[in-house]
């Protein structure tokens, strides 16, 4: 019994509101590992929004390759991962930030939030991973599975 999930049961778990977990490459060490707030729409990139100076964005344009992994915090388990090639480029304000803001904290919150971080936006940048492979999983079908 195959555990992976379909396209469309990806793009369904994707589009519940999720933390990702991104992991980029770093020279004699292990993975920079840090959350984002991401969105995703069925068969495109993904994208998320970060501070141009931090560490993540130094690493992201020398590997030029992130991974991103997803997952629900309850049983029966499942997650998404995703590997690719990153863009980086300017963010289109209101569908990178204002909407993914919105996405993560509802209206009201969302806007007061984007209006409370406005002075550090000045040097933030988007990034854009193009899924290359996926592995995903759903330990729900395992249950499903079995017969009692």
Request: aromatic residues 8%.
């Amino acid at each position: 019994m195959s555990l992976a999930m379909s396209k469309a049961e990806r793009d369904a778990f994707l589009a519940e509101t999720r933390v990702g977990i991104v992991s980029v490459a770093e020279e004699g060490r292990g993975p920079l590992t840090v959350p984002v707030w991401f969105s995703y729409e069925s068969g495109g990139p993904l994208r998320f929004v970060t501070g141009g100076r931090s560490k993540k964005a130094a690493l992201l344009r020398a590997a030029r390759r992130a991974s991103l992994c997803v997952q629900t915090e309850t049983a029966p388990y499942k997650y998404v991962s995703v590997e690719g090639p990153v863009r980086i480029s300017a963010p289109n304000f209101e569908r990178d930030v204002h909407q993914i803001a919105r996405r993560y904290l509802g209206d009201q919150l969302g806007d007061w939030y984007v209006e409370s971080t406005a002075d550090e936006r000045h040097d933030a940048i988007l990034v854009t991973l193009e899924p290359q492979r996926w592995i995903t999983v759903d330990y729900a079908k395992m249950v499903a599975g079995t017969s009692a």
